[in-house]
């Protein structure tokens, strides 16, 4: 298992950006697929950005394709959510998850096993 740890959260107002952090423990990261997912009150966890282990292919929702860029730096045990043209849709507790493997697809939730403790985005109108 790794550990993870998100920061980068916070208000900010319609149209602007916010760049979240996950920073993951333990000297096997490269062989995990990241993703992010989120939040809201009231609402099922979902999916946002995926990203696999070489950081060569990477997935979106549609929510938010065009406007988040996912990507990782192993030789920093890191991956990076930069959101753009935010939204208050877009507002949510964040999630970074790591699935253990070398995928070549976007595994499915249901393989990702390590989770952060999460980190609040608000976007006001």
């Known amino acids: 298992q790794v550990q993870l740890v998100e920061s980068g959260g916070g208000l900010v107002q319609a149209g602007g950006s916010l760049r979240l952090s996950c920073a993951a423990s333990g000297r096997t990261f490269s062989s995990y697929t990241m993703g992010w997912f989120r939040q809201a009150p009231g609402k099922e966890r979902d999916f946002v950005a995926a990203i696999n282990w070489s950081g060569r292919n990477t997935y979106y929702a549609d929510s938010v394709k065009g406007r988040f860029t996912i990507a990782r730096d192993n030789a920093k045990n890191t991956v990076y959510l930069q959101m753009n043209s935010l939204k208050p849709e877009d507002t949510a507790v964040y999630y970074c998850?790591?699935?253990?493997?070398?995928?070549?697809?976007?595994?499915?939730?249901?393989?990702?096993?390590?989770w952060g403790q999460g980190t609040q985005v608000t976007v006001s109108s």
């Open positions: 998850a790591a699935a253990r493997g070398y995928y070549t697809n976007y595994p499915g939730r249901a393989n990702f096993g390590s």
